[in-house]
């Protein structure tokens, strides 16, 4: 629901949503969403090149800013063991393909167009360890260069934040860094120590 208000897919019942200050609805659609990246869970891919489905993000790159593009997002970890490299087609909805690949192409479709905002949706739910290992080295090249939003109910992808959001039901229940909310909130606490405790076991 955030994102969808932050992307005005849906449009708030009351209240108003800022960036920097501007009413997003003083922006043109157009406007607004070239100021915004948005990396879903399912990595959605085309039945096109690994070259092209990156191309997607900004229609007029070259093939040289997409490659750097695939090797900050770690793209090129795999490609470089395929024949064809980046000009291998990944078949439907990227069927050759792992989760974790597809979802670095996704990563790296943002990278390439260096949005100010970027809304990353659970990007590592569906992950192994490996996979999300990489995954989170590659979110946290790109999130230097913008402001990064992040749902996530794996909270290993949000304990380096600078501010962290509890959401219960709707509601916020508690804020802070990772470290604050250990200690105070026990909600997240509670979570947290499961999640650590399953890794542990696996």
């Not at 009351?14 to 969403?33: A, E, H, V, Y």
């Amino acid at each position: 629901t955030l994102f969808n208000l932050i992307t005005r897919l849906i449009e708030p019942n009351s209240g108003l949503i800022k960036l920097n200050g501007t009413n997003i609805k003083d922006l043109s659609l157009k406007d607004l969403r070239s100021l915004i990246s948005v990396v879903r869970q399912d990595g959605m891919v085309f039945d096109e090149t690994i070259l092209e489905n990156i191309r997607f993000g900004k229609p007029t790159a070259s093939d040289r800013e997409i490659r750097e593009a695939a090797k900050m997002a770690y793209v090129d970890e795999f490609t470089n063991e395929l024949k064809d490299g980046l000009n291998t087609v990944v078949g439907p909805r990227g069927s050759t393909l792992s989760g974790g690949q597809r979802q670095r192409i996704s990563i790296a479709r943002a990278f390439l167009r260096k949005s100010p905002l970027l809304l990353l949706d659970e990007p590592t739910s569906a992950l192994d360890s490996k996979s999300e290992e990489l995954i989170q080295k590659s979110l946290s090249n790109l999130a230097k260069h913008s402001t990064t939003i992040t749902i996530a109910h794996r909270l290993s992808t949000i304990v380096d934040s600078d501010k962290v959001l509890v959401l219960d039901n709707g509601k916020i229940v508690g804020q802070g860094k990772h470290s604050k909310l250990l200690l105070e909130n026990s909600l997240y606490s509670n979570l947290f120590k499961s999640q650590v405790e399953k890794k542990n076991d696996d």
